[in-house]
């Protein structure tokens, strides 16, 4: 048996799966407040479900960290920054508490400039006189030569062992200087909130006896163990739409052109399925208006669902962001989305008088009959979701893959079909689609999709290798991985090919997914040679490797 939980912003879903179909599914408003409550509640519910049968594997997607971004309600962190020379040092203010130091080492790993221990430890003074007990250490090239970040660490942790430190190497390894400085940044300042979380969750499996494999979604639509995550957060952020577009996927399992839309009760998740495959932001994601490291798919959320409010302003028929509650047909005290579309459509949802009745209640007296204030709600709820559509429709035409589509198809990308998932998805996605001029298709089980796509979702993991034979060194994007290589002009792409193999197979081990390093793909291979007067001394090689987000072995489909 497989079990995968979601936190939504307004309800936590939860699937009991036995490989071919869902044998039950839950559904428990979420208490922001308490996510781990409610996670447990929904799991409780599916244990007893299960009947004792044996848990080989249990997903949790959860907006916790998102949640700490977003209300910026993370640690207190300050920034030790060590930029080397180039641009003026303003522009890696990008956050408060910011220190920049002497040394740097250059895009090959050398040193270029050796760290002031006593600058190092008068900023640690400064940032303890500040009461703040995290700090990210953050190099640009560190990535080729983590010593100095190391060294930083160091003496940092002998003036004040309380210290939580997290280094830009062993946090994303990636070049790009500015989005290593805020993904540092954002996992230091989650980190121990989010390690209180797994030790909650660790203890609680624990009492009920549950001894399995525990993953956690990531924003890239695959999983890490729940032990892995405790060291990257940050990896966890934007798990909801993670969720939607696997559940999107799996629940259709064809090779469409598709926009998924997930309508909850809060929000409405947009993502892009080209060909059937979930189309990546190829900047990362974005946390706060900042690009990170964090592999994460293209998506969007804008602020409206099936709980959102209606009023009447002065005539003005609007359509709130902000949810107070169910819908009037689930026993709620305000009229919202759901009850017009309840209306309009004679849907059946819950109590339907319900709908009706707080509806006539909000036009009384406002010279609105009931025909207007549907086709007003409708039309805004639609143009919203197509403005936003459109607008990313603008910003899917920058990435790779959908201008790589539009070449090898040779004719303008297009939709072929809506795929509707979330409680109110089958009320509103119909109608849109209509409007759209496209197929529409609310699937089975759309109700709780994002919880069986985190249920089925596979282990993911990428690395990149960059080889630079003349100084013999190799460093690896993962874990501040890095060491040496043999002397001489030998070495081609195809060692650098097999080194980063072996690395994401060594790496894929210690996560227990094993399994899927077979399944690895080569996405980068370049090749430099280093050229000195009229000889070459040596080269570099860049390679990245990755097992790529999919579904576990064992899923073929939900029976139908």
């Not at 916790?64 to 030790?80: I, Y």
């Not at 509650?325 to 339907?352: R, S």
């Not at 197509?386 to 959908?402: T, V």
Request: with cysteine; proline share 3%.
């Amino acid at each position: 048996m497989l079990i995968g939980i979601d936190v939504g912003g307004t309800f936590t879903d939860g699937v009991l799966f036995d490989g071919q179909a869902v044998v039950t599914s839950v559904k428990q408003p979420t208490d922001q407040q308490n996510l781990k409550t409610t996670l447990l509640k929904v799991l409780d519910d599916l244990l007893t479900a299960s009947a004792g049968a044996k848990i080989h594997r249990i997903v949790f997607s959860t907006t916790l960290v998102t949640n700490l971004l977003a209300t910026d309600s993370g640690d207190k962190t300050a920034l030790l920054l060590l930029p080397g020379p180039g641009l003026p040092l303003d522009t890696y203010r990008l956050f408060n508490d910011t220190f920049f130091l002497k040394g740097s080492v250059d895009f090959r790993g050398r040193e270029l400039e050796a760290i002031d221990k006593a600058e190092v430890e008068k900023a640690v003074d400064a940032i303890k006189v500040r009461g703040i007990k995290k700090i990210a250490v953050v190099g640009k090239f560190s990535n080729r030569n983590s010593s100095q970040e190391q060294e930083v660490r160091k003496i940092i942790m002998k003036r004040d062992p309380q210290m939580e430190v997290a280094i830009g190497s062993e946090t994303a390894g990636q070049l790009n200087f500015l989005r290593r400085i805020v993904t540092t940044y954002y996992s230091v300042m989650t980190q121990s909130t989010w390690e209180d979380f797994a030790s909650e969750i660790e203890k609680a499996l624990a009492e009920r006896g549950i001894q399995t494999q525990v993953d956690i979604l990531k924003a890239d639509g695959g999983t890490m163990p729940l032990q892995i995550s405790r060291s990257k957060p940050c990896e966890t952020v934007f798990t909801g739409p993670a969720a939607s577009t696997m559940g999107g996927k799996a629940l259709t399992m064809n090779p469409k052109n598709s926009v998924v839309l997930d309508i909850g009760g809060t929000t409405v998740d947009i993502s892009l399925l080209i060909g059937g495959h979930p189309l990546y932001a190829s900047k990362g994601a974005t946390i706060q208006g900042h690009y990170t490291h964090i592999n994460a798919f293209s998506v969007r959320s804008i602020p409206m669902g099936g709980d959102s409010p209606i009023s009447i302003d002065q005539g003005n028929i609007n359509v709130l962001s902000r949810r107070r509650g169910a819908a009037a047909c689930f026993g709620g005290d305000y009229p919202t989305v759901t009850d017009v579309f309840n209306q309009k459509y004679q849907l059946g949802i819950g109590v339907a008088l319900q709908s009706s009745q707080k509806l006539a209640e909000l036009i009384k007296g406002t010279g609105i009959d009931m025909e207007t204030l549907c086709r007003a709600v409708e039309d805004t709820v639609f143009n919203r979701i197509q403005e936003a559509i459109q607008e990313m429709f603008m910003e899917w035409e920058n990435e790779p893959a959908y201008r790589v589509w539009e070449v090898v198809h040779g004719r303008k990308f297009d939709v072929e079909e809506l795929i509707g998932i979330g409680a109110a998805s089958a009320a509103i996605v119909p109608g849109l689609a209509g409007r759209m001029q496209v197929e529409c298709r609310i699937p089975k089980y759309a109700a709780v999709a994002n919880a069986l796509g985190a249920c089925v979702a596979r282990p993911t993991l990428a690395l990149q290798v960059h080889i630079d034979t003349q100084n013999k060194v190799f460093a690896i994007d993962q874990d501040g991985l890095s060491g040496s290589i043999p002397a001489g002009r030998s070495f081609q792409m195809k060692d650098a090919k097999e080194l980063a193999q072996h690395h994401l197979v060594e790496i894929a081990k210690s996560r227990g997914m094993e399994q899927y390093a077979g399944e690895a793909e080569f996405y980068l291979e370049e090749q430099f040679n280093v050229i000195r007067g009229w000889d070459t001394v040596g080269k570099i090689f860049d390679v990245g490797v990755q097992i790529s987000p999919g579904f576990i072995e064992e899923y073929q489909g939900v029976s139908r």
